[in-house]
């Protein structure tokens, strides 16, 4: 028969939403006094994206047959030998999300954006890097393309965005660090062109090198969104120069619907998973993420959301350039994992 998925975890879900989306709202709507222009354009953002996730919440399921009917389907290695590691669970949900939020930022377009926004170009290169992304990454589900290819696909779909960008190419050096290197802003010219694109690079496949557990993948993702969200209204709030001030209102247009239909994704993929998000999600993700740090000009400051990644990176350095032996998958071997799983085992 037609495949049946658990129910989403809602509860988590609406907690997470409200534990993210609330500090955001405060801010927008009553801590800072934001210009009603700018609050009109969050508020119908908001309302596209809530729309989003309901959208989702219907599709993953319709979604999840069809894949599993045409064999995209991956089983849980981290629970082999347990009853749960046996089962069939449908891969590549994140094309569902992917198209869901493409379709929320174009017509998004239709309330914010005139003819002749100077911002049209940019944000129309945005989502185009963020499709050929979307692309990239099911093409790399279906075909399980090799890791040293992995890291063209990235530079491929950042091309659109580079062409188009239009902004400042100097950095703000940290206070501390600008008696040391003799100037508060660096011009780096061409290279920061390069570093953007670097950036492209390393946010995609970092998200991606951090899965292997339930709901690690779209978890770290929405943790990072939401820091993005509060990150870009409290620039807002604080900053007296408009195109500083739009650049952030740039970069929450283009957060806010992914941090919705992420959300909507988290509460099927959440303990214990009843889809995979597949190498389309994780890489969707990154770019996303890297594309709202460069147009939203804070790309230095999108790296300290990304921390923990930056971390598992270097950990992972070793065995990605073959220094030591790099299995396909790398997972955590803890004798009390075992012993739980011996015991479960028992129980059954």
């Not at 996730?53 to 347990?82: C, E, H, S, T, W």
């Not at 930056?310 to 012993?339: D, E, I, M």
Request: glycine content about 6%; proline content about 5%.
């Amino acid at each position: 028969g037609d495949l049946v998925l658990r129910p989403p975890n809602l509860r988590l879900v609406l907690a997470a939403m409200a534990l993210f989306l609330a500090p955001f709202s405060y801010l927008a709507f009553v801590h800072y006094p934001l210009a009603a222009d700018l609050r009109r354009s969050i508020l119908i953002c908001g309302a596209i994206s809530l729309g989003g996730f309901f959208v989702v919440l219907r599709l993953i399921p319709v979604a999840a047959r069809y894949l599993l009917r045409r064999g995209m389907f991956g089983k849980d290695i981290n629970k082999k030998g347990l009853p749960m590691g046996e089962i069939t669970v449908p891969e590549s949900l994140g094309i569902v999300v992917g198209i869901v939020y493409l379709v929320i930022a174009i017509l998004f377009q239709h309330f914010n954006f005139t003819a002749d926004s100077i911002w049209l170009v940019e944000y129309n290169a945005a989502l185009a890097s963020v499709c050929f992304m979307i692309l990239l990454g099911f093409i790399d589900d279906v075909l399980d393309i090799p890791w040293r290819v992995k890291l063209l696909l990235p530079t491929i779909a950042a091309l659109p965005l580079l062409m188009a960008y239009a902004g400042g190419t100097s950095i703000i050096i940290p206070k501390p660090l600008a008696s040391y290197v003799g100037v508060e802003v660096l011009e780096l010219g061409w290279m920061y062109k390069l570093f953007m694109l670097l950036l492209a690079v390393f946010c995609t496949n970092s998200i991606n090198i951090h899965a292997g557990l339930n709901g690690l993948e779209v978890g770290q993702t929405v943790v990072i969104s939401a820091a993005v969200l509060i990150h870009n209204v409290m620039r807002i709030g604080s900053s007296k120069d408009l195109e500083t001030q739009q650049a952030h209102a740039f970069s929450i247009y283009l957060v806010l619907p992914f941090l919705t239909t992420s959300l909507a994704l988290l509460g099927f993929n959440w303990y214990p998973s009843s889809v995979f998000v597949g190498d389309t999600y994780t890489y969707f993700a990154g770019m996303t993420l890297a594309v709202v740090g460069i147009l939203g000009h804070f790309s230095e400051t999108l790296l300290l959301f990304f921390l923990p990644q930056v971390l598992n990176f270097l950990c992972s350095v070793p065995q990605l350039f073959h220094f030591v032996p790099c299995p396909r998958h790398r997972l955590p071997r803890y004798y009390f994992f075992l012993l739980v799983q011996n015991c479960q085992l028992n129980l059954l």
